[in-house]
């Protein structure tokens, strides 16, 4: 099944939000003191890329982000 992306997760009770932008690329998003922080993350190595799969696959507490979230952290 082809993927189409962006897609977005977030990492339940971590205030961690993540848009996975292709198979080997995402940015994430970290709240420190109440404003976002933004890093973008090219997977390299097999570990990486197995994250993101996970990311994808909503397992391990990542989940799907709101449309809500999504406009404040990505638009």
Same mark, same amino acid.
């Given at each position: 099944?082809?993927?189409?992306?962006?897609?977005?997760?977030?990492? *339940?009770?971590?205030?961690?939000?993540?848009? %996975?932008?292709?198979?080997?690329? @995402?940015? /994430?998003? =970290?709240?420190?003191?109440?404003?976002?922080?933004?890093?973008?993350?090219?997977?390299?190595?097999?570990? *990486?890329?197995?994250?993101?799969?996970?990311? %994808?696959?909503?397992?391990?507490? @990542?989940? /799907?982000? =709101?449309?809500?979230?999504?406009?404040?952290?990505?638009?």
């Amino acid at each position: 099944m082809e993927k189409t992306y962006p897609i977005y997760r977030k990492l *339940e009770g971590f205030g961690r939000y993540y848009k %996975i932008e292709s198979p080997d690329l @995402f940015i /994430e998003v =970290s709240l420190l003191n109440g404003k976002p922080q933004y890093q973008s993350i090219q997977a390299v190595q097999y570990p *990486e890329k197995l994250r993101i799969r996970d990311m %994808i696959a909503c397992e391990f507490s @990542f989940t /799907e982000m =709101s449309p809500d979230e999504i406009t404040a952290y990505f638009q």
